[in-house]
């Protein structure tokens, strides 16, 4: 019965969207092979290149992270603040345009099969990066400029470009800058608020692109929603504001400065607004005529028509019309495309729907189908040709040339489908019906959609998808499975010129396309038309499923393995938590002892370099107990006293022991586990500046096998073994507690720090909170006759009232960490800017002395010259910076406010 209705009945019925599929021709061998299939064995790595920061779709920002508390306990925080985030939304939107919008666009040269690949670049992707891809003896190359970088071209603004658009140039005449220099293309780029547009050149002699610089719109007060070029004049283009401006530009009409004025086109859009006002404008596109627009609203499609002194409009498409198979609410429209088989034809795609219409029947779809993609927002249209290029056999040859594939997909979720369709009568070479397809004006869809894996990256065999859908669920509600993968973000397929050169030819054709991936890696590979999808991936199937990081941390899984559990035991954490480590300790010991096993010789290596640290910093393997001057003197950031006991008691160990809790890197990388297999562990390196132990200002890995790491014990441990091996506590072994030496020291560095301070008192009488710790030689890394100054604070945050004190709101043992410690920068550095001066230039940008991590180097006067600007910025901050001047006033440092 189907069968029997009218090609407008027929087009209601969205093929997949139900049982009856009217316009849906299946036949195989009149059409051909319409799946496409990557060919691992074609991938080819051009370069790779830095790709900014990605900035996070709006259900993964702030408060997201935010955790809520028991609602018994403290109210929720992210709800509180949540209805503040709901007006971010749209802006929002605009810094998730990387995942919107494809970010290559492919220029072939009109001379040679030559491709220039164009995409934003730079920290901000204020910038079009472009390189060439030629093909020379037999041998693909990648033009690079003469350092091995992409060459850039400025677009004389720092605002990111969220979109940009080719217009390749065929006509010869048009010629270029020189003989030796072709015009072979235009590019538009638009930010969120301009336009600016290039010229894209050959060069002939070096044989390398160049772009030149034409100009730039005016900076409008609205958001730029969509630009592109006319089809038929190359010199003009459009452009869409967020209001429903249209603009049109001519690149024949340059102003002043560089500086393009638009035409601003009269639209009544008030005949079609209504109620419906605040409706998003989407995209725009030229149609059959110069002066013939498709603008496309989230709710509708219009058609403008400007040949006339009055502008008239059209409605083309509205969502209500597709209301039988598209009943959500929420449904609206995504994306707009040109389409063939010429300029009479567009397609739009929406929520659940992807329909190909014709200016001239408005309101009537040509054809439809039901997509399963997820917000897809990015749509093309090709020619199946395009797709189904150098091939060994021309069995299919008409239906290429007769047949259109729309390419509809999201970079953000990575799905992309091809959608074919073409003349409904069969494709016999040689037959009447093939004759009067060529003037045929009814469309079908050529086989239902199929998916075409763009990444390389997606096995969709059963093991996989389960293997997926049980990672999803074991990420918090927050994350998005994706951000754990490599991700498209954007494609551009190259010509057969080119494509012909790299491969040989395949059974039923084929395409290659560039594409760079987010982490910055530019890709080549061809896909070829195949008869059916290849579910299983050759070299996916076994590999992990998150391949990479590139957002967030990775979750791999080995397939057809069980996730391997190492154990560790934490029966000294425990003990420490319950308070008897000191007896878990000397029981392990006795039972060590017992066994008469010999004692592993120190390394002779960790020996010399721990002497070497502590004779650096004024203690010799020979010292009883060590100054705790010395200590002080190793403070050089803002330290806690707690932190300067706690570098007297490691001081206090001895040597032996210090050895216990530092090794080479070599000899402690794999431990026995739990079920006696290797596990690696990390510890940090100890650092080439003279520090004390624990060594607190330290690098991250990686290390070298012959970095001294550590501690590798922990260091209540070590206080322990100290005591029941050595007895220098004065505590006993039954009622030794960390807590209480560590208490002890923190008492005994107190009284010894205001012992100094009100001794010093009154030798510095400009200063009453700096006291100086140089007494008899003790400070090696300073002359001992000129004083070493220290100052003493206590940060804002931690000044409670009286009243938080009596009502308990303040722990008594926080008050270890209240009082901070740090050296006083001497200022002595007088030189000026003619002379050469190292880093001690430094010292009087603030009170703190500063130590440097790097080789000794001098600076010049160019350098100086920079270092005098930035000290005259950083002085304003300080004068305009409250917390900082209070700062400086509580450490006596009112002057240096005013330096």
Known sequence: MAREFSEEWKSLFPVGGSTVSPLLFSDPHSIGPIFFNPNPNSLTHLFSSTIPSLSL????????????????????????????FDSLIEVIDHNVSQFLHNRIHLLKCRDSPNVVILFPTGANEESIGFFMLRVKDSVLETRLDVKGNVFRASTGSKSRIFRMSVNPVTD????????????????????????????????????????????????????????????????????LLESGQLFLFDLESQGSMNVFKGTRLRVPWSDWTGSEENKAWLSCEFSWHPRILIVARCDAVFLVDLRLKECSVTCLMKIETLRMYAPN?????????????????????????????????????????????????????????????????DNFKLASEMGFCI????????????????????????????????????????????????????????????????????????????????????????SNDLASLL??????????????????????????????????????????????????????????????????????????????????????????????????????????????????????????????????????LPASFHEVALRKLWTDLPLELLQLAFMSYSECREINGFNQT??????????DLPQLPPFFSRKPSPHSDNDIVGPVIPFPVLLVINEVRYGYSDLGSDGFSVEAELDLKYKEVMQVANEIAASSHSSMPHDDHAVSLAEENEDPWADSSKPKPFSTYRPIALTFSDTDSVQGKRSSTNKIYESFIFHVSDKSCKQTESESVGAEMFDDLCPIELRFDAPEKKFEDQSLKAYTYLKKKMSRWHEEFDLYKEFCIQSGFEKAVNS
Request: with cysteine; hydrophobic share 35%; net charge negative.
């Open 329 to 393: 609410v929420n449904e609206r429209f995504l994306a707009l495309s040109r389409a063939g088989p010429d300029d009479f034809y567009f397609t739009v795609a929406s929520s659940s729907l992807l329909v190909l219409c014709d200016v001239r029947k408005p309101l009537m779809p040509i054809l439809q189908w039901k997509h399963n993609i997820d917000e897809p927002c990015y749509m093309s249209v090709l020619s199946l040709a395009t797709l189904r290029s150098h091939s060994q056999v």
């Open 57 to 84: 779709p709006h259900h993964l920002l702030t408060e997201r992270y935010l955790v809520s508390s028991d609602p018994s306990i403290l109210p929720s925080t992210a709800s509180s603040i949540a209805t503040l």
């Open 503 to 636: 491969c040989e030819p395949d059974e039923h054709g084929g395409f290659t396309l560039v594409r760079i991936t987010s982490s910055g890696r530019f890709e080549l590979q061809r896909y070829h038309a195949s008869w059916s999808l290849a579910r299983k991936l050759e070299g996916r199937h076994e590999a992990d499923l998150c391949t990479e990081s590139h957002l967030l941390n990775p979750r791999s899984v080995k397939e057809n393995k069980s996730a391997e559990l190492h154990y560790l035991k934490l029966d000294y954490l425990r003990a420490y938590a319950n308070g008897n480590l000191a007896q878990i300790v000397t029981t392990k010991l006795d039972k060590a002892y017992s066994n008469d096993q010999e004692e592993a010789p120190f390394s002779s290596e960790v020996h010399e370099l721990l002497c070497k640290k502590l004779n650096a910093c004024g203690l010799g393997h020979s010292r009883s107990s060590p100054a705790i001057t010395s200590i002080f003197n190793d403070v050089k």
């Open 172 to 239: 010869s005449e048009l010629g270029g800058a020189s003989d030796s220099s072709l015009v072979i293309g235009y590019l538009l780029a638009s930010s969120l608020y301009s336009v600016c547009w290039f010229t894209v050149n050959h060069n002939l002699n070096m044989d390398s692109p160049s772009m030149s610089y034409l100009g730039t719109s005016k900076v409008f007060k609205e958001t730029v929603v969509h630009a592109c070029w006319s089809p038929h004049i190359p010199e003009e283009s459009l452009v």
């Open 407 to 494: 390419i509809l997909g999201s970079f953000w979720n990575s799905e992309f489908n091809v959608f074919c369709y073409g003349p409904a009568v069969p494709f016999r070479k040689g037959s009447i019906t093939s004759k009067l397809s060529k003037i045929s004006t009814t469309f079908c869809a050529w086989e239902l959609p199929s998916e075409v894996n763009l990444s390389n990256h997606e096995c969709h065999c059963g093991i996989c998808l389960f293997r997926e859908d049980l990672s999803k669920d074991a990420l918090p509600e927050w994350v998005d499975l994706q951000l754990k993968k490599e991700m498209v973000l954007g494609f551009g397929i190259l």
């Open 678 to 687: 290797r596990v690696p562990l990390e510890f940090l390196a100890v650092p």
